[in-house]
């Protein structure tokens, strides 16, 4: 009778159209399961059911750790907040918080519904690799219309970096688009590796779920910095693995991955512009740039692929390349520009001098006539008092 009953109510709270959320496979969730009964300040206990099994939270206002699950009772928030890591397809469905008061009453149930975010969870984890001081961006794709956010796995919780609210925080910023959204780091240092989540919060729903897992690598890379002067020659060189690939080339960008290929072996010209020697017994390419200009400014990096495109291309080192050549015309200007003051000052105090001369002269002249002048027409008042 009595589970009669409970069937009963269960059936009745059960009536009330669970919360959706959607989640990727091998992704996680992060979700609230909140409590109705303000009255009721101390759940002993809470149930978390999924399709597969059944957790238990006894504790209050501390994370307590259940294998891929990580449960908060929040007293002060009342509610559950449950983190549900490396789902797998038995994990979706139905998903329930029963808040028990004791053994014996009825819980209070919150239901939730788990789907498979079908048109979103493609790739949902790569490796990206990158190096120290250069510009990066991370990709991800997403075609609904919510908030989207990356965050940094620490291990047990994904901390925020940027959100589609909050789009940038100096050295990381987040763009995005109808299709996707897309991280850039603009400065990479060693710092920056590690695990990271893109993933997205519906504006309806109390929780957030994964999308896309990128394990950022970081390399070490040696930087040259050179200055030159427009005309001139930079020879410079960089050595590389026994393992590189065949073909070596130099590109130019801040994103060693989307920088544009101005030289590589096999359209290398001995003459040209740019060209690279490649001595494969020392392992060991010479770049050299001829005929310096200022557009030649910028970064450079000297690299080795393959024509595999799962093979990712390798690069050696970093060239950050000023030429002096706007700056040696802004100087030129300039002195034109003092030279030109110069000349005009020396005009107009030669004009001033003969006006000076001119006026003396003048006055002189005026002086003699307005005496005549000044004599005829009454003094006004304030004349006299002076
Ligand atoms: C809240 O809990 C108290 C104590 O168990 C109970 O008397 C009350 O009926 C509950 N209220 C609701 C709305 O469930
Ligand atoms: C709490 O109230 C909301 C809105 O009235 C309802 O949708 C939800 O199912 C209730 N939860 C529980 C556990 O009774
Ligand atoms: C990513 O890199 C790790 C090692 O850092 C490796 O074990 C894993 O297989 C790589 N994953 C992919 C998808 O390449
Ligand atoms: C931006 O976020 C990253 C990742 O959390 C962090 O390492 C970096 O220090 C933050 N930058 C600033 C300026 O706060
Ligand atoms: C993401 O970055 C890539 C390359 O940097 C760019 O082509 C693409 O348009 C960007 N997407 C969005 C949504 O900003
Ligand atoms: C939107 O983003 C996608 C993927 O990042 C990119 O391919 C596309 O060019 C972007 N479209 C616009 C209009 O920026
Ligand atoms: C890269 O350099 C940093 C500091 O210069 C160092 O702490 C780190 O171990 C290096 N990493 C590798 C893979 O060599
Ligand atoms: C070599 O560079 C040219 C452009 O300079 C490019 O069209 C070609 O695809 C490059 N070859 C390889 C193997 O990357
Ligand atoms: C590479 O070649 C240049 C000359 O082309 C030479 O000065 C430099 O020492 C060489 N570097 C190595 C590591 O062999
Ligand atoms: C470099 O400039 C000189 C003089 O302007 C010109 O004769 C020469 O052909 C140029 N060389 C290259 C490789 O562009």
């Not at 910023?173 to 991280?183: I, Q």
């Not at 490649?278 to 080795?304: K, P």
Request: hydrophobic share 30%.
């Amino acid at each position: 009778m009595k589970s009669f009953l409970l069937l009963v109510i269960l059936l009745m709270e059960g009536s009330e159209a669970p919360s959706k959320m959607k989640g990727c496979l091998n992704g996680w969730i992060e979700f609230i399961c909140g409590y109705n009964n303000t009255s009721i300040t101390k759940y002993h206990m809470i149930d978390v059911v999924t399709p597969k099994e059944t957790l238990q939270s006894t504790q209050r206002d501390e994370w307590e750790n259940k294998g891929r699950w990580f449960l908060y009772h929040d007293t002060t928030n009342q509610h559950l907040r449950v983190i549900f890591k490396q789902l797998q397809r038995e994990d979706f469905g139905k998903q329930q918080c029963k808040f028990h008061t004791d053994s014996v009453s009825a819980p209070e149930i919150t239901e939730l519904e788990l789907d498979m975010d079908d048109d979103n969870c493609q790739h949902t984890t790569f490796n990206h690799t990158t190096y120290t001081t250069a510009q990066t961006t991370i990709l991800c794709t997403d075609k609904g219309n919510r908030v989207r956010f990356f965050c940094k796995d620490n291990g047990f919780i994904c901390e925020d970096i940027l959100s589609t609210t909050v789009k940038s925080n100096g050295s990381f910023s987040l763009t995005d688009n109808n299709s996707g959204f897309n991280m850039s780091i603009s400065d990479v240092s060693s710092q920056d590796a590690g695990v990271y989540w893109c993933g997205v919060k519906p504006n309806q729903g109390n929780y957030r779920a994964a999308l896309q897992r990128i394990q950022l690598e970081v390399q070490n890379i040696s930087v040259i910095k050179r200055s030159s002067a427009v005309g001139q020659t930079l020879t410079y060189w960089c050595s590389y693995p026994e393992d590189a690939p065949v073909n070596k080339f130099i590109c130019k960008g801040e994103d060693p991955y989307v920088c544009e290929q101005l030289v590589n072996i096999s359209t290398n010209m001995k003459t040209g512009k740019l060209s690279i020697e490649d001595d494969r017994e020392e392992r060991n390419i010479t770049v050299t740039v001829r005929n310096l200009t200022a557009e030649d400014t910028g970064t450079y990096w000297c690299g080795a692929g393959t024509s595999d495109e799962k093979r990712r291309n390798q690069l050696f080192n970093k060239l950050v390349l000023t030429v002096a050549g706007s700056q040696l015309a802004a100087v030129t200007a300039t002195v034109v520009r003092v030279a030109a003051l110069v000349v005009v000052n020396i005009l107009i105090l030669f004009y001033t001098c003969s006006k000076i001369r001119r006026n003396r002269r003048e006055k002189q002249k005026s002086w003699d006539r307005g005496y005549a002048e000044v004599q005829d027409p009454p003094r006004r008042p304030s004349q006299e008092l002076q």
